[in-house]
């Protein structure tokens, strides 16, 4: 069965630092592209960043401006999500996804997910 293992969230205080973590169980990601989304209550899942099954091609979101990095460890078969510099607007539930094909922004064409993680950023 193939599952999406999450952990790393939390509440951060404005401009503090955060590290998503994806785990695969059941499967090898390497042959999988990730996908970071995010669902600020009240709002639509959208596309943060991704990254190809190769590590050779990343997508990152126009509204981070620099702040987040995806990384892979294919050893722990791990994917990452770093972010820095947060601000409350990166307040949501952020969840992770695998599919065979990198760069679809499209949450529903994703079949596998990870539970979500929440960060809050507030002072």
């Known amino acids: 069965q193939l599952q999406l293992v999450q952990s790393g969230g939390g509440l951060v205080q404005p401009g503090g630092s955060l590290r998503l973590s994806c785990e695969a169980s059941g499967f090898s990601l390497d042959s999988y592209a990730i996908g970071w989304f995010r669902q600020a209550p009240g709002k639509e899942r959208e596309a943060v960043s991704c990254?190809?099954?190769?590590?050779?091609?990343?997508y990152y979101a126009d509204f981070l401006k620099g702040r987040f990095t995806i990384t892979r460890d294919h050893a722990k078969n791990t994917v990452y999500l770093q972010m820095t510099s947060l601000q409350p607007e990166d307040t949501a539930v952020y969840y992770c996804a695998a599919d065979r094909k990198f760069g679809i922004l499209d949450p529903l064409q994703y079949a596998h997910w990870g539970q979500g993680a929440q960060v809050t950023v507030s002072s």
């Open positions: 990254i190809s099954s190769s590590d050779h091609s990343t």
